[in-house]
């Protein structure tokens, strides 16, 4: 396997148990995007308004570069699925409550245009809140490791609890051009999560949703990366292959490279 960062344990039946405890999968929706807000604001009754940029359309000829659909069963980190004692090399830690980077990577075919994203959360507010998706180039074209320090960008949707396990669309105001058929990684960002006053884990960001799909052989195209993890052995901390992201890419592929280049 390409990366001298790949951890054995992430193959291990133990790391891969979905919690029995939660016993229930979440359906894949009907619905195959989210409704589109008019204008860049998003006002409920009685809350402040909330500003966006991804809120939009996308044009008529997108094609859509689809990794998930391997399993029905969706969870996330506020599931607390995934060991919460893992011993690594300079401390203990729990994977579900570090500070976390999660993304797809997109291998382009062809130079093309990004517009934008398609994407599932969970545990998402009571109120409509801004909701981030971040866009990152390729780090080292094994499909699993981005370059979380010099991001495409940051796009934002007001959404509420209304739309947990809905397809949301993220049109990127400003598409990306890539004229060379690289990665593109679409995913998102959560800080750490703290302890409530009862000793739990108080998860109060939205989760990316992923499905029980692990792809174990090449080509990769799932990550995950925990700045915080063993960062004095591995360069900005532990970089792997993970479940499949709830995260669909939006492109329109333009003229094949030519053979000068």
Not at 57 to 64: H, K, N, S
Not at 172 to 183: A, G, K, R, T, V
Not at 255 to 260: R, S
Request: include cysteine; proline fraction near 7%.
């Amino acid at each position: 396997m390409k990366g001298s960062t790949f951890p054995t344990w992430i193959t291990s039946s133990v790391i891969m148990l979905l919690a029995c405890s939660s016993g229930e999968e979440q359906k894949d929706s009907a619905m195959d995007s989210a409704p589109v807000h008019s204008g860049d604001t998003w006002q409920d009754s009685g809350s402040p308004a909330c500003s966006e940029d991804a809120a939009g359309e996308f044009p008529a000829d997108v094609e859509w570069l689809v990794l998930d659909g391997n399993s029905s069963t969706l969870f996330s980190f506020a599931d607390q699925p995934f060991l919460t004692d893992y011993q690594g090399y300079e401390g203990v830690y729990d994977l579900n409550t570090l500070e976390v980077y999660g993304a797809n990577g997109f291998k382009l075919e062809k130079p093309a245009t990004v517009y934008g994203a398609r994407v599932r959360w969970t545990n998402l507010p009571d109120t409509p809140s801004p909701v981030t998706m971040w866009a990152w180039p390729d780090f080292s074209s094994d499909g699993y490791a981005f370059d979380i320090w010099n991001p495409y960008g940051s796009f934002q949707r007001c959404l509420d609890s209304g739309s947990d396990g809905e397809w949301v669309d993220y049109v990127f105001p400003e598409p990306i051009e890539m004229d060379q058929p690289l990665h593109v990684f679409a995913g998102y960002h959560r800080s750490e999560v703290q302890q409530g006053a009862d000793g739990n884990s108080n998860f109060v960001e939205p989760e990316l949703l992923m499905e029980d799909h692990f792809n174990e052989d090449e080509p990769y195209f799932a990550g995950v990366r925990w700045p915080d993890m063993d960062d004095g052995v591995y360069y900005e901390g532990l970089v792997t292959l993970w479940y499949t992201w709830q995260v669909r890419l939006a492109v329109v592929y333009h003229d094949d490279i030519p053979e000068a280049d």
